[in-house]
């Protein structure tokens, strides 16, 4: 560490080297997904099309986005641009718009998760067992 965090209570320290952790996994995850022309954000909506298996309006994928993105709707525009979702007027609301995969969204989604475990490489340097007591200890952190 150095010298200046060294002079900071562990438990700012503790704050300072999880946001770092945060950017340098965060960072690692979007060259993954940056070598199939997507970002996480966009893989996740994939994700949640994929497994929902039926359109979803952009409120509903906001709902179950792992990190909230008011963006949706743009995230949404260029998954379209990129020809992976379509959006429809929804048949029995005609207020909503429905979105879903179109057969190369499928594809991809399909190929992007059978490589998946590339992404995890970032905790290659943890043992199964360090990875089990760092969920634990995140865990608790998130409880307070």
């Given at each position: 560490?150095?010298?200046?965090?060294?002079?900071?209570?562990?438990?700012?320290?503790?704050?300072?080297?999880?946001?770092?952790?945060?950017?340098?996994?965060?960072?690692?995850?979007?060259?993954?997904?940056?070598?199939?022309?997507?970002?996480s954000?966009?893989?996740?909506?994939?994700?949640?099309?994929?497994?929902?298996?039926?359109?979803?309006?952009?409120?509903?994928?906001?709902?179950?986005?792992?990190?909230?993105?008011?963006?949706?709707?743009?995230?949404?525009?260029?998954?379209?641009?990129?020809?992976?979702?379509?959006?429809?007027?929804?048949?029995?609301?005609k207020?909503?718009?429905?979105?879903?995969?179109?057969?190369?969204?499928?594809?991809?989604?399909?190929?992007?998760?059978?490589?998946?475990?590339?992404?995890?490489?970032?905790?290659?340097?943890?043992?199964?067992?360090?990875?089990?007591?760092?969920?634990?200890?995140?865990?608790?952190?998130?409880?307070?």
């Amino acid at each position: 560490m150095e010298k200046d965090l060294q002079e900071l209570p562990i438990r700012r320290k503790l704050g300072i080297m999880m946001v770092e952790t945060y950017n340098s996994v965060y960072e690692q995850s979007q060259e993954f997904f940056a070598d199939y022309g997507l970002t996480s954000q966009q893989y996740n909506v994939l994700s949640i099309l994929h497994e929902t298996g039926t359109p979803l309006s952009t409120s509903d994928i906001l709902k179950k986005m792992l990190e909230k993105n008011a963006g949706v709707s743009r995230l949404v525009d260029r998954l379209i641009a990129k020809d992976l979702v379509e959006k429809n007027v929804n048949p029995n609301d005609k207020r909503l718009i429905d979105v879903k995969l179109t057969d190369k969204g499928e594809v991809l989604y399909t190929n992007v998760s059978k490589e998946l475990s590339g992404v995890d490489k970032v905790y290659a340097n943890l043992t199964d067992e360090e990875t089990e007591m760092l969920i634990r200890l995140l865990s608790k952190i998130g409880k307070i």
